[in-house]
């Protein structure tokens, strides 16, 4: 059976540099990657919002301060359609040789009804998925962290320096099939 882990941790905690840490050594061994990172926007070291982007290459606009109207976490207004544009591809059809990474489960990305069947779809496909999420309660991270074959894997600061050789570990001995 594929591996589902999941990355618990608060906010700040390093979630986002464990998993492309993570992503890093993966593609040393080349394995194929697909998902995205979810990284935080600064203007005058204050942060006005998130983006997306995706192992392909791609980036887009999360949400942002400027953003008005629904659906908004915090004071950040979510650009629902251009999450689902950029990260509802990288959950469809995996490759079976790769390992699917999603930074992360969060508000923002749990705001897209979308997102949410897609990812319940992969975590039935054989595919082994890492995806990050937050320590707050939510009825679908919730749903997933009680999964028999989902482990929960919590980061913090004792942990987080070696955790993506932990992870890749776990992952087994996946790498790029000979052409």
């Not at 595919?127 to 482990?151: E, Q």
Request: aromatic share 4%.
């Amino acid at each position: 059976m594929a591996a589902r882990l999941l990355i618990e941790a608060r906010p700040g905690a390093g979630k986002t540099t464990a998993i492309g840490h993570l992503a890093d050594r993966l593609r040393e061994r080349g394995v194929p990657l697909s998902g995205f990172l979810t990284r935080e926007l600064r203007e005058h070291r204050r942060r006005v919002g998130f983006e997306i982007e995706t192992f392909a290459g791609e980036r887009g606009l999360l949400a942002h301060v400027d953003i008005k109207g629904s659906p908004r976490v915090s004071r950040y207004g979510v650009d629902i359609e251009e999450f689902e544009r950029l990260a509802l591809p990288q959950l469809d059809a995996p490759s079976s040789e790769g390992v699917v990474l999603i930074d992360e489960l969060g508000k923002m990305e749990l705001a897209s009804e979308r997102f949410r069947e897609a990812v319940l779809a992969l975590m039935q496909a054989p595919v082994p998925v890492v995806a990050t999420v937050h320590t707050a309660r939510h009825p679908f991270t919730d749903s997933l962290k009680r999964r028999k074959d989902v482990s929960i894997v919590r980061l913090n600061a004792a942990n987080r320096d070696g955790l993506p050789a932990e992870l890749a570990g776990r992952l087994g001995n996946l790498r790029r099939r000979p052409g």
